[in-house]
Protein backbone atom coordinates (compact mmCIF):
# COMPACT_ATOMS: atom_id res chain seq x y z
CA UNK A 1 0.00 0.00 0.00
CA UNK A 2 2.80 2.41 0.83
CA UNK A 3 4.48 1.86 -2.29
CA UNK A 4 1.16 2.80 -4.30
CA UNK A 5 1.38 5.81 -2.60
CA UNK A 6 4.47 6.44 -3.31
CA UNK A 7 3.64 6.11 -7.12
CA UNK A 8 0.62 8.46 -7.17
CA UNK A 9 2.46 10.98 -5.35
CA UNK A 10 5.32 10.42 -7.74
CA UNK A 11 2.74 11.21 -10.56
CA UNK A 12 0.35 13.95 -9.26
CA UNK A 13 3.48 16.42 -8.37
CA UNK A 14 5.20 16.56 -12.22
CA UNK A 15 1.37 16.49 -13.29
CA UNK A 16 0.35 19.52 -11.06
CA UNK A 17 3.67 21.39 -11.71
CA UNK A 18 2.85 21.11 -15.65
CA UNK A 19 -0.85 22.45 -15.27
CA UNK A 20 0.14 25.49 -13.23
CA UNK A 21 3.32 26.58 -15.87
CA UNK A 22 1.30 26.08 -19.12
CA UNK A 23 -1.45 28.83 -18.57
CA UNK A 24 1.21 31.26 -17.55
CA UNK A 25 3.34 30.62 -21.27
CA UNK A 26 0.21 30.83 -22.94
CA UNK A 27 -0.14 34.39 -21.50
CA UNK A 28 3.22 34.97 -22.85
CA UNK A 29 2.61 33.87 -26.20
CA UNK A 30 -0.66 35.70 -26.33
CA UNK A 31 -4.36 34.12 -25.84
CA UNK A 32 -5.03 30.72 -26.64
CA UNK A 33 -7.63 29.55 -28.81
CA UNK A 34 -8.47 26.02 -28.87
CA UNK A 35 -5.76 24.95 -26.62
CA UNK A 36 -3.26 26.20 -29.44
CA UNK A 37 -0.98 29.42 -28.05
CA UNK A 38 -1.27 32.46 -30.43
CA UNK A 39 1.08 35.31 -31.05
CA UNK A 40 -1.13 38.46 -32.02
CA UNK A 41 2.07 40.41 -33.07
CA UNK A 42 3.25 38.26 -35.99
CA UNK A 43 -0.36 39.43 -37.94
CA UNK A 44 -0.23 42.09 -40.71
CA UNK A 45 -2.64 44.47 -39.59
CA UNK A 46 -3.55 46.10 -43.27
CA UNK A 47 -3.42 42.32 -45.19
CA UNK A 48 -5.63 40.83 -42.30
CA UNK A 49 -7.81 43.89 -42.32
CA UNK A 50 -8.34 43.76 -45.88
CA UNK A 51 -9.42 40.14 -46.28
CA UNK A 52 -11.75 40.40 -43.12
CA UNK A 53 -13.46 43.30 -44.87
CA UNK A 54 -14.04 41.20 -48.63
CA UNK A 55 -15.34 38.25 -46.23
CA UNK A 56 -17.29 40.60 -44.33
CA UNK A 57 -19.44 42.22 -47.05
CA UNK A 58 -19.73 38.46 -48.51
CA UNK A 59 -21.55 37.32 -44.99
CA UNK A 60 -23.59 40.82 -44.22
CA UNK A 61 -25.20 40.22 -48.39
CA UNK A 62 -26.16 36.84 -48.01
CA UNK A 63 -27.07 36.74 -44.46
CA UNK A 64 -26.07 32.96 -43.37
CA UNK A 65 -23.40 31.39 -41.63
CA UNK A 66 -21.60 29.96 -44.19
CA UNK A 67 -17.33 29.92 -44.83
CA UNK A 68 -17.74 33.93 -45.46
CA UNK A 69 -19.23 34.15 -41.76
CA UNK A 70 -16.98 32.42 -40.56
CA UNK A 71 -13.86 33.63 -41.83
CA UNK A 72 -15.18 37.28 -41.34
CA UNK A 73 -15.99 36.32 -37.55
CA UNK A 74 -12.64 34.97 -36.88
CA UNK A 75 -10.09 37.36 -38.74
CA UNK A 76 -12.32 40.47 -37.06
CA UNK A 77 -12.09 38.79 -33.31
CA UNK A 78 -8.48 38.32 -34.18
CA UNK A 79 -7.60 41.73 -34.97
CA UNK A 80 -10.36 42.88 -32.07
CA UNK A 81 -7.66 41.08 -29.81
CA UNK A 82 -4.73 42.42 -31.63
CA UNK A 83 -5.57 45.95 -31.64
CA UNK A 84 -7.81 46.42 -28.37
CA UNK A 85 -7.79 50.29 -29.20
CA UNK A 86 -9.41 50.38 -32.27
CA UNK A 87 -13.34 50.73 -32.48
CA UNK A 88 -13.59 49.07 -35.99
CA UNK A 89 -13.17 45.88 -35.29
CA UNK A 90 -15.31 45.32 -32.39
CA UNK A 91 -18.05 46.73 -34.53
CA UNK A 92 -17.78 44.59 -36.80
CA UNK A 93 -17.83 41.30 -35.14
CA UNK A 94 -20.80 42.61 -33.26
CA UNK A 95 -22.39 43.42 -36.70
CA UNK A 96 -21.76 39.63 -38.30
CA UNK A 97 -23.04 38.54 -34.87
CA UNK A 98 -26.45 40.79 -35.15
CA UNK A 99 -26.92 39.09 -38.81
CA UNK A 100 -26.69 35.53 -37.52
CA UNK A 101 -29.14 36.07 -34.61
CA UNK A 102 -26.66 36.17 -31.92
CA UNK A 103 -28.24 38.96 -29.65
CA UNK A 104 -25.80 38.39 -26.77
CA UNK A 105 -22.35 38.48 -28.55
CA UNK A 106 -23.50 41.16 -30.96
CA UNK A 107 -24.32 43.16 -28.03
CA UNK A 108 -21.45 42.48 -26.29
CA UNK A 109 -18.90 43.57 -28.95
CA UNK A 110 -20.81 46.63 -29.14
CA UNK A 111 -20.47 47.73 -25.83
CA UNK A 112 -16.94 46.71 -25.77
CA UNK A 113 -16.52 49.04 -28.99
CA UNK A 114 -18.36 51.84 -26.75
CA UNK A 115 -16.11 51.39 -24.02
CA UNK A 116 -12.97 51.25 -26.27
CA UNK A 117 -13.74 55.56 -27.09
CA UNK A 118 -16.97 56.84 -25.50
CA UNK A 119 -17.08 59.91 -27.78
CA UNK A 120 -17.38 57.67 -30.71
CA UNK A 121 -20.86 57.83 -32.42
CA UNK A 122 -20.42 54.39 -33.87
CA UNK A 123 -21.04 51.75 -31.52
CA UNK A 124 -24.13 53.75 -30.00
CA UNK A 125 -25.41 54.02 -33.45
CA UNK A 126 -25.07 50.24 -33.96
CA UNK A 127 -26.74 49.47 -30.85
CA UNK A 128 -29.54 52.05 -31.58
CA UNK A 129 -29.51 49.58 -35.18
CA UNK A 130 -29.75 46.42 -32.71
CA UNK A 131 -32.01 48.03 -30.15
CA UNK A 132 -34.83 48.80 -33.33
CA UNK A 133 -33.95 45.60 -35.22
CA UNK A 134 -36.14 43.94 -32.16
CA UNK A 135 -38.59 46.82 -31.62
CA UNK A 136 -37.26 47.87 -28.62
CA UNK A 137 -37.71 51.72 -29.48
CA UNK A 138 -37.12 53.19 -26.69
CA UNK A 139 -33.79 51.66 -25.88
CA UNK A 140 -33.08 52.46 -29.19
CA UNK A 141 -33.89 55.99 -28.96
CA UNK A 142 -31.48 56.35 -25.99
CA UNK A 143 -28.73 55.11 -28.65
CA UNK A 144 -29.13 57.23 -31.34
CA UNK A 145 -29.41 60.58 -29.58
CA UNK A 146 -26.43 59.31 -27.90
CA UNK A 147 -24.84 58.87 -31.39
CA UNK A 148 -26.57 62.18 -32.26
CA UNK A 149 -24.88 63.83 -29.76
CA UNK A 150 -21.74 62.56 -30.62
CA UNK A 151 -22.09 63.86 -34.15
CA UNK A 152 -23.57 61.26 -35.97
CA UNK A 153 -26.19 63.57 -37.99
CA UNK A 154 -27.79 60.49 -39.52
CA UNK A 155 -29.13 59.53 -36.27
CA UNK A 156 -31.52 62.43 -36.42
CA UNK A 157 -33.29 60.49 -39.09
CA UNK A 158 -33.90 57.67 -36.87
CA UNK A 159 -34.93 59.64 -33.91
CA UNK A 160 -37.42 61.12 -35.65
CA UNK A 161 -38.76 58.08 -37.13
CA UNK A 162 -38.98 56.54 -33.68
CA UNK A 163 -40.63 59.54 -32.18
CA UNK A 164 -43.49 58.84 -34.81
CA UNK A 165 -44.13 55.63 -33.88
CA UNK A 166 -44.00 55.93 -30.18
CA UNK A 167 -46.61 58.97 -30.93
CA UNK A 168 -48.67 56.40 -33.03
CA UNK A 169 -48.80 53.78 -30.40
CA UNK A 170 -49.39 56.02 -27.58
CA UNK A 171 -53.00 57.33 -29.70
CA UNK A 172 -54.05 53.75 -29.50
Known amino acids: MNYIAQMYRFLLIPLIVCITILPSYSMIQGRVENGIPFDYTKINQTETESKAEAFFIKAV ?38 VIGKDRYAKGYYYRAMNIDKSNP ?22 YKKSYDRGKNQAKEKINAINAKLDDNSRI
Do not use: C, Q, W
Open 122 to 143: EPYYHLGDFFYKREHYRKALKF
Open 61 to 98: NSKTYDNNMISALNLYRMLAEAYPENVIYPLKVGKLYD
